[in-house]
């Protein structure tokens, strides 16, 4: 009777098992329905072909882009001659950014702006 009762046992531990693994399975990821190029709305990558600029908005991005690429050369430039871990402070437009010189400028605090990449520049180091 001890061994009938250790048969139905494993026999049941068993057969939990398997209905376990069985309810964990998943199935793989589902791809998508293929979009055909032309077709992705005014979301797409072609949006900017059918939108329009009027030239005072032309303008506008066009100062807004300048104005963007003067603010990061500034900061690409901020380390230049200056020593490695030299604590400086980059004034970009009405706002200062501190930060310490590494191989490139690294701001202490990073809010709502990107970092720019390295510096080709070289750097003393101390």
Do not use: W, Y
Not at 27 to 35: D, F, I, K, L, S
Not at 89 to 102: L, R, S
């Amino acid at each position: 009777m001890n061994r009938l009762s250790k048969v139905v046992m494993l026999a049941a531990t068993v057969v939990t098992m398997g209905s376990l693994a069985a309810c964990q399975s998943t199935t793989g990821p589902q791809e998508p329905p293929a979009r055909h190029m032309m077709d992705d709305g005014p979301q797409g990558k072609h949006f900017m072909k059918r939108h329009k600029l009027t030239p005072e908005q032309r303008a506008e991005m066009q100062q807004r882009r300048a104005e963007r690429q003067a603010q990061f050369e500034q900061i690409q430039q901020a380390c230049v001659g200056k020593t490695v871990g030299q604590a400086i402070q980059v004034k970009v437009g009405d706002k200062t950014i501190d930060g310490t010189c590494q191989i490139r400028f690294k701001p202490n605090k990073m809010d709502d702006r990107m970092a720019p990449p390295a510096t080709t520049a070289p750097v003393k180091a101390s």
